[in-house]
Nanobody
Framework: QVQLVESGGGLVQAGAALRLSCVASGRSFSYYSMGWFRQAPGKERQFVASITWSGGNTYYADSVKGRFTISRDGAKNLVYLQMNSLKPEDTAVYCC???????????????????WGQGTQVTVSS
């Protein structure tokens, strides 16, 4: 059974940093592309960042570009999201997602991903 489990969320003040982790189990995700999405209360799910299986290509939403960094450790089936200079508008549940497409043509589209985690809450106070 494929499972994605996120961790690292919490309550922080504006300007702080957090690092989210997502561990994949059930199969090797070394050749999967991975993404992070977020959803705030009353809002639609939003793309945050993605990384291809090799780590050679990364993509970011404009709202997080320059502040967030996605990375992966293929040997450990781990994906990270380093979030710096957090803002109150970053408050959301953050979910990781996986797709066997090594280079999805639309990495920002949630429908490109097959597997999803339950999410971890990030709350940024002003």
């Amino acid at each position: 059974q494929v499972q994605l489990v996120e961790s690292g969320g919490g309550l922080v003040q504006a300007g702080a940093a957090l690092r989210l982790s997502c561990v994949a189990s059930g199969r090797s995700f070394s050749y999967y592309s991975m993404g992070w999405f977020r959803q705030a209360p009353g809002k639609e799910r939003q793309f945050v960042a993605s990384i291809t299986w090799s780590g050679g290509n990364t993509y970011y939403a404009d709202s997080v570009k320059g502040r967030f960094t996605i990375s992966r450790d293929g040997a450990k089936n781990l994906v990270y999201l380093q979030m710096n200079s957090l803002k109150p508008e970053d408050t959301a549940v953050y979910c990781c997602a996986a797709t066997p497409d090594q280079s999805p043509p639309r990495p920002y589209y949630s429908g490109s991903y097959y597997y999803w985690g339950q999410g971890t809450q990030v709350t940024v106070s002003s």
